[in-house]
């Protein structure tokens, strides 16, 4: 087969009398039941979860009250990724996502690859989700009185590392009662864990708990999962508005001076965990042939979602950041947090069970999205048939549906949360900056019928390198320094915990003496606290440099420079270099503002990834590439 093979397309026409003829002889139709009003509710329960239990708190205590403004630059680049969604969805109303938009705008090879990209992006997801709520549930648990073993309650990673780590901090003089209470917990889990051989058992078991009785829901129809979504979403929006409604009460206005303590780098170090509070929007686009009257409906499900989310999200940032001081925020329940510090326990209790119903939401939103992309995919020979099996009494795709739970819960019991949480991010984005790419491509043709709604043109030919030059003199103007540390690769310090828990035994004792002879009275004779000696300097860069300097230690144990920095930056490269490919393009071929931004900001949050991250979803698509070349490409319904 030619190398053009690959890049084989599927048109609207062919899709849509596909679709017209499962419908007319029930053959994988599946059931309709959705509307606007339904599936905005699906958008607000998948939006509305970790982020205003979780990563709020995170996000305010780097940024100050000034997080608000994250907030918003994080929903309007999902808004111009959603108008993309919105497009395609109006023009290409079935189950898919993105992948199905894909093999429309780009061909075969590329929509395989964004279809892998989503099957990782909804199951790291719904594994994320899962770790969070069994969090959630066993603290209510604790709350209750129900004390659950650590080692059934963390993940094996989690457990391993914090072990490790625990072990180095105390050896480096920390005593256990000061560890945080995350490596209290890893610890705990990894010492009173069952023993076989020398593996130890640590599984989360509340998370497999979760996703089973998830799975179980979906498995029987759209029907029952749409009325328990909108019970949830009711239930989390009324303990939403009364934490607005009761905490407005306890706002001190002192506490939003200073607005942005940290500065624009303060505000901006929460974009990836921000985001994740976003993602979930695009499952929408999943249910469009359960939609009654998907070309009307799901453009307006996705931006309502949206819009009544960032108000959410900045109601309650501005409360939080009112009540308490943004310092005191870097905590896993913040909600729950602020009204425990102020006496308002029972109000904690409330907002400790509304969380559980909240990620359960959550969870059932991501868990439906997948197997419906299984579905798509198999639908067009790119997956075994038996994945778009469609149940002949619940009208749901069966078997993706039961593979979809086995693929999550098994993982869900061992992997790492920050690690999943990254994971599920950057396949998100790769995801979204097809789609609007997609958009672009398609933006001229015409012979593609379009639907009802069409995204706002506005030509980008001289908007786009207007913006790019206020963005170098931001750059080089107001944050010259780190501008340049960027470009010339220079050295930086490694944080005090990170050198502690590198060193051995030997070079604890050296590193102790050392820290002793310059500064006496800070040694503790009892307990010689490695990290607190050293944390001491950090708030004050040049004496830290100084110290720093002065460990009996190699440089590469106190310092990150050459190839092992710069390979952190190489992301950050690549959106630069590409940038500079969209701006002639753009000039080429008069591009839309609108999916253009929404490209360049999803691309921009790919680069703020670590570096580990693009490998790992490097490795995930290679794997999918072997998968596509052995079995999808001679199987595709287009091989003919």
Known sequence: MALKGLFRKKTVQDILKQVEKNNADGHNALGKHLTARDLTAFGIAAIVGAGIFSTIGKASSDGGPAVIFLFLFTAIACSFAAFAYAEFASMVPVSGSAYTYSYVAFGEIIAWIIGWALIMEYSVGNITVAISWSDYFTSLLDSGGIHL??????????????????????????EYAKLSPALQDAYMAWTTSPVIGSFHFVADLPALLIIVLITALIYRGMKESRNASNIMVVVKLCIVLLVIAVGVFYVDTANWDPFAPNGVTGVLKGVSAVFFAYIGFDAISTTAEECKDPQRDLPKGMMWAIIIC?????????????????????????????????????????????????????????QMGQPRIWMSMSRDG???KRFSKVHPKYKTPSYATIVTGFVVAVPALFLNLTLVTDLCSIGTLFAFVLVCAGVLVLQNRTDIPRGKFKTPYVNSKFLLPVLIVIGLVFAFGYNKKATMDFITNETQINSSEAIITSLNKEETKKVYAYLVGIDAKNSTDKTPDLELLLNQYQKDDTKYSSVIAGLPLADSVKYESGFSLFKHKIPMWIFLIVMVGLVVWSYRSNLSL????????????????????????????????????SFGRKNSKLNI
């Open 594 to 629: 609108i999916p253009l931004l929404g490209l360049i900001s999803c691309l921009y949050m790919m680069a703020e990834l670590s570096v580990w991250n693009w490998i790992y979803f490097g490795i995930w698509l290679l794997i999918g590439l072997v998968v596509y070349f």
């Open 149 to 174: 073993p650590q080692w059934v309650q963390m993940d094996f990673l989690s457990a391993s590392r914090g072990f490790d780590d625990a072990t180095a901090l105390m050896q480096g003089g920390k």
């Open 382 to 384: 790119l997956l075994p």
């Open 310 to 366: 960032t108000i959410l999200y900045i109601a309650i940032a501005l409360v939080l950041t009112g009540m308490v001081s943004y310092d005191q925020l870097n905590v896993g329940d913040p909600l729950a947090f602020v009204f425990e510090k102020l006496d308002l326990k029972w109000m904690s209790g409330i907002i400790a069970v509304s969380a559980v119903v909240a990620m359960a939401s959550v969870l059932l939103v991501f």
